[in-house]
């Protein structure tokens, strides 16, 4: 097994070519590069997929080639896994889910531009499992990825408050960190825990790695988001944990990575989640140098068409400049 890895993010399927000839290209780019993961989402905050399924609606752009198959294939000839990536509660103005169910969309306090599912209704997180199902059947990929595996805030949907109410607390008036508020997060984390359980049932039996973006900042995930990846990475649900340690200081970078290694030591693979931005390429280099250093396990870069070639031949210089790195 490498020393450390690499991986990479991309919020779009096209970000990796228009054509079969062009997807040979990225991944040949990557490959050269020394990446080792590559993560395309396919399912978007809209709702719509880039993949072939009957769950779900696909969109309307997606191509007859099948974008996803080819990276897929690609991928396998140059050893480079793919995780599919999902945006997992969010379902906006393209969902088939709550465009047939609008009772299920979650009624979270705040100003979020996103629109959700109720994450903690058991329809709901049917159709989710079900769709990663369908994926995984039809293209068989290495591996499943989660994000926004969280609930969008405090939803106060008919579903939350019945439930609730069975357990003699009233969300409407449970103040933040009194016991009836400490049930409700309770609630809400276990919820979303039982979908990565059942998501890790799914990938084990089928031989599929699971991989997760998850906050930076913890414990602040848990009552906020029902987010407890730590406990994740306690029972053994996730194989790859990736805080999304965005930063443009490197101060900032190794401070979060140190305390992220604290957490979970090597309960899991731990790859630091790195925002390419406004960074020189110098920079980004630095902070992957970084959270090495500090005993992470790999860097994930977001995203995909935000590297420059200069950045990917300093990080490439710097990997084979450490011959542990090379193993």
Not at 187 to 205: H, K, L, P, Q, S
Request: with cysteine.
């Amino acid at each position: 097994m490498k020393k450390f890895s690499l991986g990479v993010w991309a919020h779009g399927i096209k970000n990796y070519g228009d054509s079969a000839e062009g997807v040979e290209g990225h991944v040949a780019r990557l490959a050269d590069a020394g990446f080792d993961l590559i993560i395309p989402c396919v399912k978007n905050p809209p709702g719509a997929v880039d993949f072939l399924t009957d769950v779900a609606d696909v969109n309307d752009d997606y191509p007859q080639w099948d974008p996803l198959k080819v990276l897929i294939e690609q991928c396998r000839q140059r050893g480079i896994r793919v995780h599919p990536w999902f945006c997992v509660f969010v379902e906006g103005e393209k969902s088939r889910l709550l465009r047939e169910h609008p009772e299920y969309e979650a009624k979270n306090e705040g100003d979020s531009k996103l629109r959700w599912a109720c994450a903690m209704r058991p329809e709901v997180q049917d159709y989710l499992h079900n769709l990663y199902v369908s994926l995984a059947e039809r293209y068989q990929p290495d591996g499943l990825h989660l994000d926004y595996i969280r609930t969008g805030g405090l939803c106060k949907c008919d579903y939350c408050k019945q439930q609730m109410a069975e357990q003699g607390v009233d969300i409407e008036d449970a103040a933040w960190a009194t016991p009836p508020f400490e049930r409700w997060t309770q609630w809400r984390t276990g919820r979303i825990t039982d979908f990565v359980r059942r998501m890790r049932r799914y990938t084990a039996e089928h031989d599929l790695e699971l991989s997760a973006a998850v906050f930076r900042d913890y414990p602040q995930s848990v009552p906020s988001q029902g987010q407890d990846w730590v406990a994740w990475a306690d029972e053994g649900l996730v194989d790859l944990l990736f805080p999304m340690n965005y930063d443009e200081s490197e101060v900032n970078v190794r401070r979060l990575t140190r305390e992220h290694v604290k957490l979970v030591g090597d309960k899991v693979q731990l790859w630091e989640g790195l925002m390419r931005g406004k960074l020189t390429s110098e920079q980004l280099t630095r902070q992957v140098r970084a959270v090495f250093q500090l005993r992470a396990k790999g860097a994930v870069m977001f995203h995909y068409p935000e590297l420059t070639d200069e950045d990917l031949a300093e990080i490439k210089s710097y990997i084979e400049s450490v011959p542990y790195l090379r193993q």
